[in-house]
């Protein structure tokens, strides 16, 4: 692993605070009531279920060092869970269900992050990969999960909290928010804390960690179990609140590249680089879409156009990882130290 | 591309606003908004079916100068029968002016969309696929597996193949083995299917192949070791003729692999070479250039060069016939509409009263220029499949023949178990039952 600057406080003329207040003012206060239905629903929802998706993993391989191409099984984990403690257990609030998927997540995490006791890089990958491909196997194989649905899809319930619902577009985007942003608060204290410190440490190098007192092993252990707990809820997000029904197949190998790259372009061991990478995952084929429709929909059909854009949308991430390897974070803190020595001229 | 999308899209270019639905323009116009694929591993139906609807719009604007004066628009959005595609593609898609019908051809995407297409009052329309318990119109208002939903689709199939072995009766004792592609749509008869072993007392093996299903053999292997008397493929795309191509090379005889209504077209056998003659296949469509509203297709639209599918090899082909038919569907149930709420541009709702009524008898199939091409429809307020009528085709290598008459399917068995799975879907969402007076009115 490559080693990476951690989330160091960019040299900025505001204190952070300010800046993270505003945007969740903003992201509170005034979004919900400009925004429409296809913002809420193609755009904002899938961008807080990746991001969050894209805080867990960066715990675990920027933070902690261990790389994971499970992320999608973990996403898996956390819908299926949340699905059936809602379905079976009766009286539970919604609240509950979600935090014990969380919890289901993190255990199934514990046991396919058992291997990187032993291994490393990408032999840890490849065995994450039978993480990725358990899963799918288990939720397809075994119907009880679905509740013996004939399709192997499950139906979200209504998204309630003591009585309140948030079923409409707007709603749904609320709910996500604020699950996003305390469990992105709640990340930002752990990797603060001994505990991150800890991560830091095995992730530079293990054996001078070992030295230092670094409980190793413990610290794997707790990665995995942590990370795969917020991607497990980041699962809930995704099937609850953004699509609204899934099937097994939606939590594939592609899922779980496309968490890896949104930390990798984003910034590895960066928070603020999980809402990046997401963003840019996630709004930038839509932009290049529309973009390329509209100047060449007459020409070409749809089919000829969406080849065109994966290769432009490839062609730009490479030559952007190339100009900027450590992630769009750093090129916002290059921006924004050059825009304050600027303003601090003049 | 329709003007107004393309208005909308200059305002996204301009960085405006993300969406900003334009206020409703032209008057007289009935807006698709088309959800289709045209690449990935499905992109041979995608092409075909959306290339088949588009085109049978497109003759009824330049023939008939749209429905009754109403002209048809469309535009698409490329969802590579992917979910989430595809409800990015419903959400950019539904602020245009004037939506008739949603036909995703994908049980994944209208799986996501009954909820947001039912608070809309749009009807979505899943031709030969989709949610079977959708059927029952009391329950889901707004769905329609048109023609044959896939229970009837498997009754079809198992009633054809105690034909050929002598009467129902005779599947006793029979071992038929289901090869399903591991996806929704493929999942969704697996209940069926051990009901009617039961009830004909046939063995059943069901064996799943992972989406999108290009590697066959150990699923081969054990179809080998079972030996059974007929394998059932319920493919889709890339997996058919690998499925036929691994069977040849297991060894199973093709005259005895039955293909379902997704595995039934020239681009399912053509890759399979030689080791697909012989094989038959469940369709509600004929394939073939010789019916009355193919031709006109081909002489209004291609000969012009305004025909939607690029390769013209592929005009007659299952799947664009399935788009023209689908085409037909959709125009008649707004021209049914329209004889009720006037000859203007109808809501989503009014649409939904014209499917509920799309009664098309061979008569009037025959006066559509499709007489043979699908044999009829009739979809009630209760009945959102319209009880279409199946036939059995064989590929020779070159086309597909027809060796079968116009099959039923047993709806009368059918109908109690699609009642109970819609009942329980009514109960787990706190559905009321529709009653016909409920579907009678149509909000404008």
């Known amino acids: 692993m490559v080693s990476i600057a951690s989330d160091l406080p960019v040299s900025s003329t505001h204190p952070r605070w300010l800046i993270r207040a505003a945007l969740l003012a903003i992201a509170y206060l005034v979004i919900p009531f400009v925004g429409t239905s296809y913002l809420f629903e193609a755009i904002l929802l899938p961008f807080l279920a990746l991001s969050l998706a894209g805080v867990g993993l960066n715990l675990l391989t920027g933070y902690a060092g261990q790389v994971s191409l499970g992320s999608a099984a973990f996403m898996a984990v956390g819908a299926f869970a949340a699905y059936n403690f809602n379905l079976r257990v009766e009286g539970l609030p919604l609240v509950a269900s979600i935090v014990l998927a969380g919890f289901s997540a993190a255990a199934i995490g514990i046991v396919f992050g058992l291997p990187s006791l032993r291994l490393k890089g990408f032999y840890l990958a490849v065995s994450t990969l039978a993480a990725q491909f358990f899963v799918q196997w288990a939720l397809t194989k075994f119907g009880w999960f679905s509740n013996n ?35 992105t608060f709640l990340t930002l204290r752990l990797v603060a804390s001994q505990t991150g410190r800890n991560f830091i440490a095995v992730r530079d190098n293990e054996t001078a960690a070992r030295i230092i007192g670094v409980p190793v092993l413990r610290t794997k252990l707790l990665a995995f179990a942590i990370s795969s707990f917020i991607i497990g809820i980041a699962g809930v997000l995704w099937a609850f609140a953004y699509l609204r029904t899934v099937e097994p197949a939606g939590f594939n190998l592609d899922r779980s590249f496309q968490v890896l790259f949104i930390i990798i372009i984003g910034g590895l061991a960066s928070i603020r680089g999980a809402f990046f990478g997401a963003a840019l995952i996630v709004v930038f084929p839509l932009a290049l879409s529309r973009l390329g429709a509209f100047f060449l929909g007459d020409i070409f059909d749809s089919g000829v156009l969406d080849m065109s854009q994966r290769i432009v949308l490839g062609g730009l991430i490479i030559l952007f990882l190339v100009l900027e390897p450590d992630g769009l974070v750093a090129l916002w803190g290059r921006s924004v130290r050059r825009l304050g020595s600027v303003f601090g001229r003049s | 591309m329709t003007m107004l ?75 590579q029968y992917e979910v989430e595609r595809g409800v990015e593609a419903y959400e950019r898609l539904k602020s245009n002016p004037n939506v008739a019908a949603w036909n995703p051809l994908s049980v994944g995407i ?33 769905v329609f597996p048109l023609l044959l939903n896939p229970y009837s689709e498997t009754s079809g199939i198992v009633n054809y193949i105690a034909s050929k072995e002598g009467g129902l009766e005779s599947l006793k004792g029979k071992k038929i083995v289901v090869l399903y592609h591991g996806s929704p749509y493929g999942k969704e008869t697996i209940p069926i299917y051990e009901l009617l072993a039961e009830k004909y007392g046939f063995e059943l093996q069901q064996i799943e192949v992972p989406h999108p299903g290009n590697e066959q053999q150990s699923q081969w292997l054990t179809i080998r070791r079972a030996k059974p008397d007929y394998v059932v493929l319920r ?23 039955i293909g379902n209504v997704w595995s039934n077209s ?23 250039t010789e019916y009355p509203v193919v031709k006109e297709i081909v002489s209004t639209l291609y000969d012009k060069g305004q025909g939607n599918l690029e390769d013209k090899n592929r005009i007659g082909s299952v799947y664009h ?81 027809v060796v079968s008459d116009w099959i039923a399917p047993d709806w009368a068995l059918l109908r109690p178990i699609i009642e109970k799975s819609s009942g329980a879907y009514a109960a787990e969402k706190g559905i009321k039952l529709r009653t016909a ?6 909000t404008n």
């Open chain 2, 235 to 257: 493919g889709w795309g890339v997996m058919n003729p690998v499925a036929l191509k691994t069977a040849a090379k297991t060894g199973f005889p093709v005259d005895h692999i």
């Open chain 2, 5 to 79: 999308s393309k208005f909308k899209i200059a305002a996204l270019a301009a960085g405006v606003a993300l969406t900003i639905a334009l206020p409703a323009a032209h008057a007289d116009e009935q807006y698709f908004p088309l959800q289709s694929y045209r690449v990935g591993p499905y992109a041979a139906g995608g092409t075909g079916f959306f290339g088949g609807f588009i085109d049978y719009l497109n003759l009824v604007n330049t023939r008939d100068g749209g429905v009754n004066g109403v002209k048809l628009t469309w535009s698409e959005a490329e969802t």
């Open chain 2, 110 to 142: 209208a799986y996501a969309m009954i909820d947001r297409i039912t608070a809309d009052k749009v009807p979505l329309i899943t031709i030969n696929h989709g949610r079977t318990d959708s059927t029952d119109g009391r329950v889901f208002p707004y």
């Open chain 2, 321 to 401: 016939n399935l788009g023209i038919v689908n085409g037909i569907l959709n125009v008649e149930a707004i021209r049914i509409a329209q004889e009720k709420f006037g000859k203007r541009t109808l809501t989503g709702d009014e649409v939904r009263w014209g499917f509920e009524h799309l009664q098309l008898d061979p008569a009037r199939v025959e006066a559509l220029g499709a007489k043979n091409l699908f044999h009829s429809i009739n979809v009630t307020w209760d009945n959102h499949e319209g009880n279409g009528y199946v036939t059995f085709q064989q590929w020779d290598g070159k086309k597909w023949n």
């Open chain 1, 149 to 183: 649905s004939a399709s192997g899809v499950i139906d979200a319930p209504p998204l309630a909290i003591a009585g309140i619902g948030f079923e409409s577009a707007a709603g749904r985007y609320l709910f996500a928010l604020t699950i996003v942003t305390v469990l």
């Open chain 2, 266 to 288: 020239e681009e399912d056998v053509i890759p399979a070479g030689d080791a697909a003659k012989g094989y038959t296949a469940i369709t509600t469509q004929a394939s073939g």
């Open chain 2, 437 to 442: 007076e409920d579907a009678e009115a149509a």
